[in-house]
Each structure stands twice: as C-alpha cells, then as structure tokens.
C-alpha cells in the first residue's frame, strides 16, 4: 500500500533543496552575546528551487517553526517567488537574533550567566504554489542560540574581575 504524499512526492513538479549535499538549512550553533537586540547571523543561506513544470510558477513563501514559543529569531526571505518553467532560482535566506526575547537564563547569579542553557529551534520554510496549493515544499530548518561570556583578568592571572 503507498500514500497519497509518497506518490505525490515522486511525481512533483517542484523540488527545494537547502544547504549543499543536503536537503535542509543548518546554521548548528550559534554564538549569541547579550549586549544587542539585533544580531544577523553572518552565514547567509541559499534555498534551491525548482520548477520541472511546463509553465512558470509564483510561490507564496512563510516560515513555521515547531514550537510557537520560539521567539526571538526572525528570517529575512521574499514574500514571494517566481520561477520559469523548467528553471531553478536560488532564494536567499538570512536570520536574525534578538538575545533579549531567547529563552536565556537570566536569574543565575552563582554561574556564569545563561552558562549551558540552549534551546534548539526547528521547523520548515514553506513554497506553496499559488495556483495549486498542493504543489508544496517545505525545506527544514535548525539553528542552537548558544549563549556566550566574556571574561576579563584581573591584575593577578589567577584572578577574574568580571564575567559579562
């Protein structure tokens, strides 16, 4: 027995790929200081997408992540792409933190602050095609704030005079 997405899968008329060799986008870890509520991820990423059709296509694009209470990440894509038919069009894809809205531990006052708490963010960026909402794709995402400190010596090497 086979399912309606397996064969539909087989036969679509539109692929999207992600990182090279890969199928997805991964940034993995991301170092993330406090001092800003704006920080662009320096590694832009590039989504593939292609259109094996006889006729152009317009694809509404939107970002779904698994969990709605991941906050403070926001990607820069278009609303909108169009691909010709039989073409492929390479979507820039960009990503934008904001250390104040991540789920950062800011109440320890004994460790290091946010020291070994990360949160993994997920999800899908989804091309649906206007004129058919079943020709779809989704590319998954996958990024881990990693939250950072800055150390500053003291006079005596052995000394700490602030953790940042």
């Not at 001092?35 to 317009?58: C, I, M, Q």
């Amino acid at each position: 027995m086979y399912s309606a997405r397996s064969f539909d899968s087989v036969f679509t008329e539109s692929l999207a790929t992600g990182d090279s060799n890969l199928v997805s986008l991964s940034w993995g870890m991301i170092e993330v200081g406090k001092d800003t509520t704006s920080y662009p991820v320096p590694e832009g990423k590039l989504v593939r997408l292609e259109n094996l059709g006889a006729v152009g296509k317009a694809y509404d694009v939107t970002v779904d992540f698994s969990d709605p209470g991941m906050v403070g990440a926001t990607f820069t894509l278009p609303a909108t792409v169009n691909v010709s038919a039989g073409a492929t069009v390479g979507v820039p894809v960009g990503l934008t933190l904001d250390p104040t809205q991540l789920p950062l531990d800011s109440n320890v006052s004994d460790v290091p602050l946010n020291f070994g708490v990360m949160e993994e963010y997920y999800g899908f960026i989804t091309f649906t095609n206007q004129a058919d909402a079943a020709d779809t794709v989704r590319v998954p995402f996958y990024f881990v704030p990693r939250p950072y400190s800055t150390l500053t010596q003291g006079a005596n090497p052995d000394t700490v005079m602030s953790i940042h």
